[in-house]
């Protein structure tokens, strides 16, 4: 579960790291934008929530992503 959570953590950083140096995106579809989100919250509490730390991913990290997600305006 841990390589999923990473995968995807990657693939959203991705996504934003474009998104924010104005390439083309996933994340500048509205529909993609929020499931990022919501991926990113989810994968937080699944780490908030183990037992034992991650040594792949550290919820500090997917906090700081999602709030450069939340700072980005997405045209509806």
Do not use: H, W, Y
């Amino acid at each position: 579960m841990q390589k999923n959570l990473q995968r995807d953590f990657r693939d959203i950083t991705a996504e934003l790291d474009k998104l924010g140096a104005g390439q083309s995106s996933q994340l500048s579809k509205p529909d993609e934008f929020q499931r990022a989100a919501l991926r990113l919250r989810e994968i937080v509490a699944l780490l908030d929530a183990a037992q034992n730390c991650s040594p792949l991913l550290a919820s500090g990290g997917v906090k700081r992503v999602l709030e450069r997600l939340n700072t980005i305006t997405i045209p509806a």
